[in-house]
C-alpha cells in the first residue's frame, strides 16, 4: 500500500523534479498524490500521481502510453478498485484531452505549454471495513481520505477531536458487513 512505489519496469522511472527542472526547460506547477486515487481495502490501494509540468521555452514532443483510462486497477478478495488515470494537454489555452482518455503519441509542444497527468492508483486487497480502525485514522490525519470518506469507504467513526469512536466504528463496520 505504498504511495507512488518505484516501478520495477525501467523505462516508467522518472528523476527527481528538482533534477528533470535543472537539467530540462521545464516547470513542474505539481507534483502532489493523486488524491483519492488508493481502492479501499484492508490493505488500501497506493495513490498514484498527479502533475502538471510547462514547457518554459524550446519545442518539444509528448508521447503517453499509460493503463487504467477508463477503469481503474481491480481491487482483490473484495477490496475496491483503485483510480482511474487522465491526461490533458494544454496549447495555447485550449484543453486536449486524449481520445483514448490515456494514449496519444507526438504531441507538439512549444513554449508556455503544459500537460497534466493523473496516474492510477492500486486497487484495495480485502474487504475494507477489515482495515484497522487506528490505520484508517492515520490516513485520516496524513490528509489521504475525509473523515466521511472514512466512515463511508471504511467504516471508522471519527470524532471532531480526531480520535477513534469505537462505539460508532462497530455500528458502521456491523451494517457494512451485513451488506455484503
Known amino acids: 500500500m505504498s504511495n507512488n512505489g518505484c516501478s520495477t519496469i525501467g ?3 522518472s528523476a527527481p523534479v528538482e533534477i528533470t527542472e535543472q537539467v530540462f526547460p521545464v516547470l513542474f506547477r ?3 498524490l493523486h ?7 484492508r490493505q488500501r490501494g497506493g495513490f498514484g500521481l498527479s502533475y502538471e509540468v510547462e514547457l518554459l521555452r ?15 486497477p481491480q ?20 484543453v486536449h484531452r486524449p481520445e483514448h482518455i490515456t494514449k496519444e503519441q507526438d504531441l507538439p509542444l ?7 497527468v493523473d496516474t492510477p492508483g492500486g486497487g484495495g486487497y480485502g ?3 477489515e482495515r484497522d480502525p487506528q490505520a484508517v485514522r492515520k490516513d485520516v ?3 489521504y481520505f475525509t473523515c466521511e470518506q472514512a466512515a463511508r469507504l471504511f467504516g471508522v467513526a471519527l470524532r471532531e477531536d480526531m480520535s477513534l469512536d469505537e462505539a460508532g466504528t462497530q455500528r458502521l463496520r456491523s451494517r457494512m458487513m451485513h451488506a455484503v
Not at 488524491?35 to 481495502?41: L, M, R
Not at 524550446?58 to 481503474?72: E, I, L, P, T, Y
Not at 481491487?75 to 485550449?94: F, H, N
Not at 512549444?110 to 497534466?116: C, D, I, L, S, T
Request: charged share 25%; no cysteine; hydrophobic share 35%.
Open 127 to 129: 474487504p475494507a471495513f
Open 75 to 94: 481491487g482483490a478478495l473484495g477490496g475496491s478498485d483503485g483510480g482511474t488515470g487522465s491526461i490533458e494537454v494544454i496549447r495555447d489555452g485550449v
Open 141 to 143: 490525519l496524513l490528509g
Open 35 to 41: 488524491e483519492g486515487s488508493g481502492g479501499a481495502g
Open 30 to 32: 505539481k507534483y502532489a
Open 58 to 72: 524550446g519545442d518539444a514532443r509528448a508521447s503517453f502510453a499509460m493503463d487504467h483510462g477508463r477503469f481503474g
Open 110 to 116: 512549444k513554449a508556455g505549454n503544459r500537460v497534466r
Open 11 to 13: 523505462i516508467s522511472k
